[in-house]
């Protein structure tokens, strides 16, 4: 008898595969230098903006944002001006896991970012960040019910920052027990088709603690390792219940970006204002305040790197029409690329976004998406007067060089293609939704 074919999915988020090959060098961390040793270890590029909820909705939908919808964490109203988080009801198409269910296969999904509220299934989904609360996080209930016995942690608490290192280990053994014991409970008996599970203690520590992993003789190394070594142990017993399964079967490890060593955070609404184009109508009570955006204001920008021009066509205070908006776009386009620090250039690429976003979502779309050389954090706070500095992180997301590895040798060329390679596995039709495009044009 034909046994079904399953895939196996590893996400690592935000683990660059250089850093993660100079870890596996120290000998501590046996799984990950399998893995990082392997010709199948290669680089990923991130779909942009390089944020974990346009990347693994990217890799969950099959699909580029200008398809799914999702261009960040938060997204503003045109009428009221407010910022407010992105959930998965935000999601504007079907799902690989819709579509798998939809042929009667079944997946079980661990962790997974920007999930949130967990949509019913065929299988069991446990959302990952952001995700309130358990209950509205995990599909079927009765999983949510047995998760909370065991004191199940969707995310570890980062607000001390790089200020509390302990806490924040603490928070991460957590997290990767709350892991371990899902994985337990849904993989027993191999009853799936595709089983998914993100482990983002990476991205957490290289936000806060970058030096600390990078660096052997920084002081906080050897505790970060430690944590890396329980997070490789849960990595080695991933890979042999992997091994255990029968053929045929296929492995994918990946992280949804890449990361870097901050040198500075680039605020481009302080740049906007200095080129007369953002006006602020009052004193802003946090740095989310977008609401004092004024009339006369002809662009803002949101995190990270996303700039809206203020067309009337879609604003309520909009000042620019259609085209009026469209020769700004281009202009700005130029000047952005001209921006410095310490005599260096800020930007690899500003990408229009009928170019970068095609697709029935692309009235969602910022106008502009800026890639930031590695290095270089851009945000678009709404309370900074400043447009370069240090806000307690010492690590930024990179838009190359994630970690990827697929036991058939595949080389998918960004997160959609992941998702894509996921249906191609299980002989499900997919939908082209964007031309060709090079991430490193500008």
């Known amino acids: 008898m034909q046994q079904r074919p399953r895939l196996a999915v590893l996400g690592l988020d935000g683990l660059p595969l250089a850093l993660a090959r100079t870890l596996a060098a120290s000998g501590r961390l046996p799984n990950l230098a399998g893995l990082c040793q392997s010709p199948f270890a290669r680089e990923i590029d991130a779909e942009l903006p390089e944020l974990s909820p346009v990347n693994w909705t990217s890799f969950s939908t099959a ?12 997204e503003i109203d045109q009428a009221t001006y407010t910022l407010s988080m992105i959930d998965a009801t935000a999601v504007a198409c079907p799902t690989i896991f819709d579509r798998l269910g939809a042929r009667g296969l079944t997946s079980k999904v661990v962790n997974l970012p920007a999930a949130f509220p967990a949509r019913p299934l065929r299988g069991a989904m446990i959302a990952g960040f952001v995700a309130p609360n358990l209950p509205r996080a995990v599909y079927p209930p009765e999983l949510a019910q047995l998760l909370a016995k065991t004191g199940y942690l969707l995310e570890a608490d980062t607000t001390r920052g790089a200020a509390d290192p302990d806490h924040l280990l603490s928070q991460l053994r957590a997290t990767l027990k709350s892991r371990e014991t899902a994985l337990d409970i849904l993989f027993a008996g191999g009853d799936f088709d595709l089983f998914v599970l993100v482990l983002t203690e990476t991205d957490r520590i290289l936000h806060f603690f970058y030096p600390a992993l990078a660096d052997a003789s920084h002081p906080l190394h050897g505790p970060f390792l430690d944590l890396l070594a329980l997070w490789d142990r849960l990595i080695g017993k991933y890979l042999e219940l992997y091994h255990d399964l029968p053929e045929p079967k296929r492995l994918m490890v990946l992280a949804d970006h890449g990361f870097a060593a901050l040198r500075t955070e680039v605020d481009l609404n302080v740049w906007l204002a200095g080129q007369g184009l953002l006006a602020l109508e009052k004193h802003p009570t946090n740095e989310w305040d977008s609401r004092i955006a004024a009339h006369g204001s002809a662009a803002f920008a949101l995190d990270p790197g996303r700039i809206y021009l203020h067309k009337k066509e879609r604003f309520a205070r909009g000042t620019l029409h259609e085209h009026a908006a469209t020769a700004l776009g281009e202009r700005l386009r130029q000047d952005l690329m001209a921006i410095r ?3 260096e ?36 706070k709404f309370n900074r007067t400043e447009m370069f500095g240090h806000f307690g992180r010492s690590g930024c997301h990179a838009a190359h060089g994630g970690f990827h590895y697929d036991s058939t040798g595949a080389t998918p060329g960004r997160l959609r293609d992941v998702g894509r390679e996921i249906l191609a596995f299980f002989d499900i039709p997919q939908t082209d939704d964007s031309p060709a495009w090079t991430l490193k044009t500008t």
Request: glycine fraction near 18%; include cysteine.
């Open 63 to 74: 699909a580029g944002p200008g398809r799914h919808g999702i261009f960040g964490f938060t």
């Open 345 to 380: 250039p800020v930007m690899e690429a500003v990408h229009l976004a009928r170019d970068l976003h095609p697709g029935p979502m692309l009235g969602r779309a910022p106008d502009l998406v800026c890639v930031a050389k590695p290095g270089f954090c851009l945000t678009g």
């Open 341 to 343: 620090f310490e005599g």
